[in-house]
């Protein structure tokens, strides 16, 4: 089980670009979170998506920003007119249950660092 | 919605001594409690987790314990090793919510 997948593990942008993270989730899950992880703090949780489904999007930001995961294919947050404040770590976790406990727990890719100059 | 609070927000302790952080938690409905630990430049990684039945957990050097009625939980690790450093994070989640909310992070050194 390869686990977690996230490309590109690095992605730099200029101001106003845009910028797509992708995320495959391990073998089996179809419960795909988001989060965001600003240098030396905490990671905040940002989207929570089923397959076709956007089950919980609270900590998405109003403007700029989504998440889609398809039937098919990885599931992909996207920024568009990307500003310096966006520069930050970005992790997907996957699932194979909707709830978390002992038994399904939450497992972490190896995260997208993106840099806006 | 959950609020997680952590502290200290850095440790530093000599190898070999033990290690305590701690959490606190606002909504009593939450009912799952992990443990990542995040060394540099990496992925969080679960060290351990607790459920809301039980009140204490030991996986080798590594404990946590919780209180319901007092909505706080911690973790402690024995016989520190400079392997151990690292940004540790607990979380907390309950069933209706379906995500973890993160406390802060303590960033544990352990010196030689």
């Known amino acids: 089980n390869a686990g977690v997948m996230q490309n590109p593990r690095h992605l730099v942008r200029r101001r106003g670009q845009e910028a797509r993270l992708r995320c495959s989730p391990m073998?089996?899950?179809?419960?795909v979170y988001w989060y965001r992880q600003l240098p030396e703090e905490g990671l905040k949780f940002m989207v929570y998506?089923?397959?076709?489904?956007?089950?919980?999007e609270s900590g998405m930001p109003k403007e700029r920003f989504s998440a889609e995961f398809p039937k098919e294919g990885p599931s992909i947050l996207r920024i568009q007119q990307v500003v310096r404040g966006d520069s930050a770590a970005y992790f997907c976790?996957?699932?194979?249950?909707?709830?978390?406990?002992?038994?399904?727990?939450?497992?972490f890719g190896a995260g997208s660092r993106l840099t806006v100059l | 919605g959950e609020n997680v609070e952590q502290h200290p927000s850095t440790l530093s302790v000599q190898e070999g001594d033990s290690a305590v952080i701690k959490c606190t938690y606002s909504?009593?409905?939450?009912?799952?409690f992990p443990w990542y630990k995040q060394e540099l430049g990496k992925r969080p990684q679960l060290i351990i987790d607790i459920r809301s039945n039980v009140g204490e957990k030991k996986d080798q050097r590594i404990a946590v314990t919780l209180n319901k009625t007092a909505k706080h939980f911690s973790l402690h690790i024995t016989e520190t090793q400079p392997e151990d450093s690292a940004v540790y994070f607990c979380?907390?989640?309950?069933?209706?919510?379906?995500?973890?909310?993160f406390g802060q992070g303590t960033r544990l050194t352990i010196n030689p």
């Open positions: 979380a907390a989640s309950n069933q209706g919510a379906q995500k973890l909310v």
């Open positions: 976790a996957s699932s194979l249950l909707p709830v978390l406990s002992g038994a399904n727990v939450l497992t």
């Open positions: 909504d009593s409905a939450s009912n799952y």
């Open positions: 073998k089996g899950h179809s419960h």
């Open positions: 998506l089923q397959k076709e489904n956007i089950i919980d």
